[in-house]
């Protein structure tokens, strides 16, 4: 409704046309834009989840998962007589056993850890291939499923009956293997994923030879050679993870105690994937 003043008649709806509006007009507009904002928010969300991850200072985060491999290693073989990671040794165990399989039942577990090893390199390599090699949330939920396996593995060692090398091969032994080796091929893979081919975070001797066959291993420095530090570095995390999962084997907490705390220093990583900095290209 129009209504008069000194130069003619103004309506009513200058306050609407200057952006005042009613006050149910004002909830009303409140209430549609909620939806807008949640919207904003799930898109920020995917955005942050689609983008590759940036392979820069992606090492770090490798030679983190070498102390997992140290840790877990060391442990499995004190308690299970095999390897869950390196499957080099595991190789050896397994043609030992097989021309003397009566000796001990060794060259079973560790056939199962090679197996299963190998099995988990074919399935984590085709996750990434198919799903995005270095998206976001394909490389959280590679590690994702990474620690689900060992939190099944630890609950059983933890719950079930105390084993050891000597025990005959049951589901409390096989099993935890299997689990822990399946997915220390996802930590190797990630490795590809990220273009450091050298440290895949289970394999020590190509990474000794090409470290004292640097012709530069005493000459450079740190940051003329990087690829000589993260060698270094690789072995020394191995060493570290072995010491602590040596200390655990020994004390009352035993294998259980390594892989919980191999579980806390994979979740680290989730987390850390989760807040990585984004490639500027897939940004772009």
Request: charged letters at 15%; proline letters at 3%; aromatic letters at 10%.
């Amino acid at each position: 409704m129009a209504r008069p003043n000194g130069y003619g008649t103004v309506s009513n709806d200058n306050h609407a046309e200057n952006g005042m509006l009613s006050g149910s007009d004002g909830e009303r507009a409140a209430l549609l834009s909620k939806p807008e904002d949640g919207n904003l928010v799930l898109r920020r969300i995917q955005g942050h989840m689609t983008v590759d991850i940036s392979k820069a200072w992606g090492d770090l985060i490798l030679l983190g998962c070498y102390i997992i491999t140290g840790l877990l290693d060391s442990s499995s073989v004190q308690v299970w007589g095999s390897f869950v990671s390196m499957q080099t040794g595991n190789t050896i165990y397994f043609g030992l056993g097989l021309a003397a399989p009566w000796k001990s039942n060794r060259w079973i577990r560790a056939g199962i850890s090679v197996g299963c090893f190998c099995i988990g390199s074919f399935f984590f390599a085709r996750f990434h291939r198919y799903l995005g090699q270095r998206k976001r949330w394909v490389m959280v939920l590679s590690f994702t499923i990474q620690i689900i396996l060992m939190i099944i593995a630890a609950l059983m060692v933890t719950l079930g009956p105390v084993t050891g090398t000597s025990d005959p091969v049951t589901i409390w032994i096989s099993l935890p293997i299997a689990l822990i080796a399946f997915q220390s091929a996802g930590q190797a893979v990630s490795s590809r994923v990220l273009g450091y081919n050298g440290l895949t975070s289970v394999v020590l001797t190509s990474i000794y030879c090409d470290l004292f066959m640097d012709p530069k291993l005493l000459t450079a420095s740190p940051r003329e050679n990087i690829e000589r530090n993260r060698r270094a570095a690789a072995a020394v995390c191995v060493a570290v993870g072995a010491f602590f999962g040596g200390l655990w084997g020994n004390s009352e907490y035993g294998l259980p105690g390594a892989l919980w705390t191999a579980i806390v220093l994979k979740g680290i990583v989730i987390v850390l994937w989760f807040f990585w900095k984004a490639d500027k290209e897939s940004t772009a």
